[in-house]
């Protein structure tokens, strides 16, 4: 599966983003899907994550709340709505997927093998 992230740019803090994750190749439905975020001098993190099996859903404490993650698996799309959007929030965001037919909601980078390029999101204050 190929991913193509899209949707970042600059925001005020308090604003909000909506990033997109296009899939091609076939079976995007059976694809565990999660969304992360790197930034300068930092480790790559999970930000959120969505099965394909049960509907589970993954945030991370820093986003809960504010983000949101959805598929939509007609347009073989996963989305990131980003809300209340805050300074630390500013990283490269990046969309990935686990192996196929993976149940549940893999919780680590290294479980998701397919990643997308990056998108940038930057947060002003």
């Known amino acids: 599966v190929q991913l193509q992230a899209s949707g970042g740019g600059l925001v005020q803090a308090g604003g909000y983003l909506r990033l997109s994750c296009v899939a091609s190749?076939?079976?995007?439905?059976?694809?565990?899907m999660g969304w992360f975020r790197q930034a300068p001098g930092k480790e790559r993190e999970m930000v959120a994550g969505?099965?394909?099996?049960?509907?589970?859903?993954y945030y991370a404490d820093s986003v809960k709340g504010r983000f949101a993650i959805l598929r939509d698996n007609s347009m073989k799309t996963v989305y990131l709505q980003m809300n209340v959007l805050k300074p630390e929030d500013t990283a490269t965001y990046y969309c990935a997927a686990a192996p196929f037919g993976v149940p549940g909601v893999p919780g680590e980078v290294r479980n998701y093998v397919y990643w997308g390029q990056g998108t940038q999101v930057t947060v002003s204050s």
């Open positions: 969505i099965s394909w099996n049960d509907g589970s859903t």
């Open positions: 190749g076939r079976a995007f439905s059976m694809y565990p």
